[in-house]
């Protein structure tokens, strides 16, 4: 049996889409790329906007029309944020949720005997229900393993649909992640990447918290970097940002969820910080690991409700003052199910793009002039793909983007450089 998976949205996603492409390999099925004929096609949804939706229904309309005697399967974040709406989907076959994801295999089968002709299995999210298990032990694509620990949000920011779609936070354990962490470096990978949904609940739940669990991974034999998924600078405490500097092995590059620059428009989103309260953790994170170590990654939604020009002026002079390396820009998307969806003063489209573009050329400009700045130094990376027998791409500590000239590496090498010229995308690196 042959089965095709297609994933959009997260890293949580795409690891969890990874694990259960290794749960289907385990029970005989093959794995085949999107586009080639299989007897199951499973997508897995997201539902950050609507066009998450309109993206899963579109491939699902397609996987049927194409492969009509196929099984198709609707999961992830979509159906449980919307089971009804979802349940209505008569291309999908098999629909399940964000939940219980072993159970899949069981409601492919069903189809795939005759004993059902369609399986709805949406489970709904439940205060005090456990983390599921969904191990990963390689990733295809990356030479870094993304490691899930944590699932479910338990704010309610007033743009986000996730807490609907996920459930409360959950933790993994201990236990669990370190002996993947085990695995993973005994097959070979140096850089693993801790995803979640909530990251900095992590432990909230259990008694334990983030930090404890980046010591302990640390002291992974052959874990050499360590690097986090997003956080909220409000969860982060002095106490947690002078613990992650000890550990050598933490990549000093975070991704600190802003949203806005402009506190008034924060405040609207229902955030639990001001602009001035971010700046002081992002402070106290270049004083912890050095202003000329760390770099900093951010979101930013432009044109959110009742935005006015003035304050998006204020959030792009806040966001450009902060020179990040990275910002991901996003034109506010109306979704239903969440508060804001009914707010007074939406943003016309073609405001919200203008706004889009123009705070998408102010932080490039940014980004080409910290990596400028970078020519000349050393630094650390991790080769990636191979663009010829001797040159790579890859990422520093700082997730700066590079092209490598390494004779005699390989992918996988974490190799030092001199770094060169910033070409627009990527910097110019030779190995040492």
């Not at 289907?24 to 085949?32: K, L, R, W």
């Not at 906007?49 to 049927?64: E, I, M």
């Not at 986000?160 to 354990?173: E, K, L, T």
């Not at 402009?262 to 912890?288: F, G, N, S, V, W």
Request: with cysteine; glycine share 6%; net charge negative.
């Amino acid at each position: 049996m042959r089965v095709s998976f297609y994933t959009l949205g997260c890293k949580v996603n795409q690891n969890e889409t990874g694990a259960l492409a290794q749960l289907f390999e385990a029970n005989g099925y093959t794995i085949v790329p999107t586009g080639e004929a299989a007897d199951v096609y499973v997508v897995n949804s997201c539902t950050v906007t609507n066009f998450g939706d309109q993206k899963s229904r579109k491939w699902l309309r397609r996987a049927k029309r194409e492969n009509p005697g196929a099984v198709t399967v609707l999961t992830g974040c979509y159906p449980q944020a919307f089971p009804k709406e979802a349940a209505e989907i008569a291309e999908a076959d098999v629909i399940t949720g964000s939940g219980n994801r072993h159970a899949i295999l069981e409601d492919v089968q069903k189809v795939l005997d005759g004993t059902e002709a369609r399986v709805v299995d949406i489970r709904p999210h439940h205060k005090g229900e456990q983390f599921e298990e969904l191990p990963m032990d390689r990733f295809a694509e990356h030479t870094r393993a993304f490691v899930k620990v944590e699932d479910g949000c338990n704010r309610q920011c007033a743009y986000c649909v996730i807490p609907r779609a996920r459930g409360p936070v959950r933790s993994r354990s201990e236990a669990s992640i370190l002996q993947e962490l085990h695995r993973l470096s005994a097959s070979g990978y140096k850089e693993v990447v801790l995803t979640a949904i909530s990251l900095p609940s992590y432990g909230k739940d259990t008694g334990t918290c983030l930090a404890d669990l980046i010591e302990k991974a640390a002291a992974v034999p052959g874990i050499q970097r360590i690097r986090l998924g997003s956080l909220d600078p409000d969860m982060l405490t002095e106490e947690d940002i002078a613990r992650m500097a000890a550990v050598p092995q933490l990549c000093p590059q975070f991704h600190l969820s802003l949203q806005s620059g402009c506190t008034k428009t924060l405040r609207a989103m229902r955030r639990p910080y001001t602009a001035e309260q971010y700046a002081k953790i992002a402070d106290r994170l270049r004083q912890a690991f050095g202003a000329d170590q760390l770099s900093l990654t951010t979101d930013v939604i432009v044109g959110f409700p009742g935005e006015t020009e003035e304050d998006f002026e204020e959030s792009m002079a806040f966001v450009t003052g902060q020179r990040f390396l990275k910002v991901h820009v996003f034109p506010y998307s109306r979704r239903e199910g969440t508060p804001a969806y009914d707010f007074p003063d939406q943003i016309p489209e073609h405001e919200k793009e203008a706004r889009s573009h123009r705070m998408t050329e102010a932080v490039e400009q940014v980004r080409a002039e910290l990596a400028s700045a970078q020519c000349g130094r050393q630094a650390e990376v991790l080769l990636e793909t191979p663009l010829s027998a001797t040159l790579f791409t890859g990422y520093t500590k700082q997730y700066l983007p590079v092209t490598v000239s390494a004779p005699g590496h390989h992918t996988g090498d974490i190799v030092k450089v001199i770094l060169g010229e910033w070409d627009g995308k990527r910097s110019r690196a030779q190995a040492l």
